[in-house]
């Protein structure tokens, strides 16, 4: 059995027919459940210009929701370096770490977070991506305003996000743990792990590799269930894999009308093979299969499926499959519910 800590990834889907405010007005809700239910921590993803993830910044959302919660941790999962001002990033989290002390994680990614090219120039005054050097140079300069400039205790947790041996080279030589994005390139998660186990250097921030894993999990009580749960991020992603960035977030009912082309659903099953798709059972040996594979000291689970309701409950199946998980030291505890 699985006897790591499990968090969580949100990136606020949202769903058809409603509006983005909605989804927003769920996220106090949502973390206050998985709070109760023992998750580790909760990070918001970073996104924009999506018909199908709201484009709410992780630190308004941390801000939100840290008000309403007490023990978990909180923080971005990630944001993105490139589309922001260092310092202004080393004074937000460090305000809000100080705020609530032991809480905060601040976790950063590189992409822009959005397929539009106008949108990636706006978020960047206009500049071109950023090189492999001045990313490293930003979260650098993040980390050191964290520490002279900003200068408030405690300091928030740094993480850096990493879908290849680059981004895994970067945060061993910076010496941060890496929350490895198992969920959008599984592929690469071992090497990536073998490339940042192999150059980790110690520093201030963290002494010894440390490694999260995120993976998509859908849950349910059947088979049935969960495929239907899991088919309106299918069609997202199967218009992801013909470049079509405007895909709304459908219902679960439109999800099951469409047809995914031969090459569409061979691509999809393998990405699925490497997740965490079922019932109770099925996704505690999926996610005990990851676990032993990566030796990962955390798993990060993404639940991308369109009612509050149904995502809540694949949460609290994830835990009764898996038994409860103290979220701060992560050793099993007796579930005195079972």
């Given at each position: 059995m699985i006897d790591v800590p499990l968090s969580v990834l949100e990136v606020a889907a949202v769903q058809a027919g409603t509006q983005p405010v909605d989804a927003l007005r769920q996220t106090a809700a949502f973390a206050q459940k998985?709070?109760?239910?023992?998750?580790?921590?909760?990070w918001y993803a970073e996104h924009h210009h999506s018909p199908a993830i709201g484009a709410f910044p992780p630190v308004v959302l941390t801000t939100h929701v840290a008000a309403s919660t007490s023990t978990i941790r909180l923080g971005s999962g990630g944001v993105l370096a490139p589309n922001h001002?260092?310092?202004?990033?080393?004074?937000?989290?460090?305000t809000l770490a100080a705020l609530h002390p032991g809480r905060i994680d601040l976790g950063v990614g590189r992409g822009p977070g959005?397929?539009?090219?106008a949108t990636a120039r706006a978020l960047r005054r206009g500049a071109e991506p950023a090189t492999d050097?001045?990313?490293e140079a930003d979260v650098a300069a993040i980390l050191t305003f964290l520490v002279e400039e900003v200068a408030l205790e405690p300091l928030p947790e740094p993480w850096l996000l990493a879908s290849s041996t680059a981004g895994a080279s970067m945060a061993a030589r910076l010496g941060l743990p890496v929350a490895v994005?198992?969920?959008?390139?599984?592929?690469?998660?071992?090497?990536?792990?073998?490339?940042?186990?192999?150059?980790?250097?110690?520093?201030?921030?963290?002494?010894?590799?440390?490694?999260?894993v995120c993976v998509e999990t859908v849950c349910a009580d059947s088979e049935a269930d969960a495929e239907r749960l899991a088919g309106p991020m299918n069609v997202v992603k199967a218009g992801l894999l013909q470049g079509m960035s405007e895909i709304p977030?459908?219902?679960?009912?439109?999800?099951?009308?469409?047809?995914?082309?031969?090459?569409?659903?061979?691509?999809?099953?393998?990405f699925r093979a490497q997740q965490a798709f079922g019932t109770p059972d099925v996704v505690a040996r999926r996610l005990?299969?990851?676990?032993?594979?990566?030796?990962?000291?955390?798993?990060?689970?993404?639940t991308p499926v369109h009612a509050?309701?149904?995502?809540?409950?694949?949460?609290?199946?994830?835990?009764?499959?898996?038994?409860?998980?103290?979220?701060?030291?992560?050793?099993?505890?007796?579930?005195?519910?079972?």
């Open positions: 998985v709070e109760r239910l023992g998750y580790r921590r909760l001002v260092p310092l202004g990033l080393a004074e937000q989290f460090g959005t397929f539009d090219a050097a001045e990313y994005a198992h969920h959008i390139r599984p592929d690469n998660t071992l090497s990536v792990l073998e490339c940042y186990r192999a150059a980790f250097t110690p520093s201030r921030w963290c002494q010894r590799p440390r490694v999260l977030f459908p219902t679960p009912e439109d999800a099951a009308l469409h047809c995914f082309s031969p090459q569409e659903q061979r691509e999809l099953d393998a005990d299969r990851l676990a032993a594979m990566t030796s990962a000291d955390e798993l990060m689970l993404t509050l309701d149904d995502r809540l409950r694949s949460f609290e199946l994830v835990k009764e499959g898996v038994g409860a998980v103290d979220g701060t030291a992560g050793l099993r505890i007796p579930d005195p519910s079972r």
